[in-house]
């Protein structure tokens, strides 16, 4: 996980100048005196900085005004530091050093390159192509950290209107909330996965009647959206055919060692990658199958540069499928 930058607005117990911080001063006045303490000299520092003597000058005398103390013993040409200026010169220069490493975190901010993500996952998706598009996006972008979890795409859409997640993967809901923005990224055909040992794994396809009587094993209502399984079950009973459930299961994983146990045959999108268990056969529905959709959600009010970045890549991954 990315480090977060330095504060630069620090106090400095201990010496001459503790009883003020940064917000005192002027950045511009740090590297002023920065440039005549290392020059010792209000020619030189002048020349180094790109400006005239005699306002450098005035902006000295102003910052040791607001300081309430002499940074520098003037004598003719000879410029020497006084205790106070030998105080704060390690500290000015930390000072610009915490600010110019704030300023390269803020323009890399600004330009996506560096942020923490929360990202909500549905297990269906957490796929090979999936892990290969995270591993793109991390080696392009290694400052944006990912942080990413498995729920529920109800969990996730309510994560995302608290702001407790920034960015979704999961299935929409017929009506999306108002402030949530969503870009779809696959459509997958429903297909039915039956014991390997089962009648119908020997088949390429079945029909709606032939489904009587057989036992399903579906996610639990609550991880699935409410509508997810709604399109399956009309055409059940258009085919007068009334669903019988068994047996839920928590997740697309443990619905397939279900299957694969005997429990039932189990309705689930067409995903080639998870279409490879022992036990388990996927066949065909009919072709009026409903078909479900992914999509990946965000918030328009959490739209930071780096989620931007990650959605746009996320988009162009799964568009050139």
Known sequence: MPSAPPPILPIYPGSGVQTWSVWTMELRHLRYFVAVAEELSFTRAAKRL?????????????????????????????????RLGRELLPEAHQLLERARRFQEHAARQARGEQDVLVLGLISSFATPRFAAMLRAFQKKVPGVHIELSNHPSSWQLEALERGTLDVGILRPRERMPPDVVSHLIRREPFRLAVPARHPFAKRKAVAWKDLRDEPLVLVEPGVAPPDYYAGFFDRL?????????????????TKIWFVSAGFGIAPMPHTPDTEHHSGVAFIDLPEDAP???????????????????????????FAAR
């Open 50 to 82: 790109h400006i005239a003597q005699p306002p450098l000058s005035q902006q000295i005398r102003k910052f040791e005004t607001e300081l309430g103390g002499a940074l520098f013993e003037r004598e003719g040409r000879a410029v020497r530091l006084t």
């Open 237 to 253: 009973r258009d085919a007068g055919v009334e669903p019988a459930v068994r047996q839920y299961a928590q997740n697309v994983a």
């Open 291 to 317: 078909v479900t959709n992914t999509v990946i959600a965000w918030r328009k009010a959490g739209s930071t540069p780096a989620l931007l970045r990650f959605v746009d890549f996320a988009r162009e991954s």
